[in-house]
């Protein structure tokens, strides 16, 4: 999920398949005999499965951005490890392994 379908979700703007699944739990809920808890219903319906959706795609988003960060941290864990690695050599270290060229 890009930015751009995040922030349609964010501002109340579903996908057509949300809708979809909105509009056949209202339908199942006008079957009621009630008026007021029909429409009631209709809106509870509505707003949860929105809220599912958003908290969804909320996930998604935090689960992508954690992958980045850890991806980051561990190029940056390498790029340091190696850096020590080099910095161990001493001068009688690159002695020895100029002397060994002449054995």
């Known amino acids: 999920m890009n930015h751009k ?17 909105i509009e056949i739990r209202k ?24 809220q599912d959706f958003l908290i969804m795609a909320a996930m998604q988003r935090i689960t992508e951005t954690e992958t980045k960060l850890l991806r980051v941290e561990m190029a940056l864990h390498h790029h340091t490890k190696n850096l020590r690695q080099k910095k161990k050599l001493t001068l009688i270290d690159r002695f020895k392994a100029m002397l060994s060229v002449f054995r």
């Open 5 to 21: 379908e995040f922030f349609d979700v964010l501002v109340g703007n579903p996908p057509p398949q949300i809708e979809l699944e």
């Open 27 to 50: 339908r199942e809920v006008r079957d009621m005999p009630n008026a007021v808890m029909e429409e009631i219903c209709c809106e509870l319906i509505k707003e949860t499965k929105l």
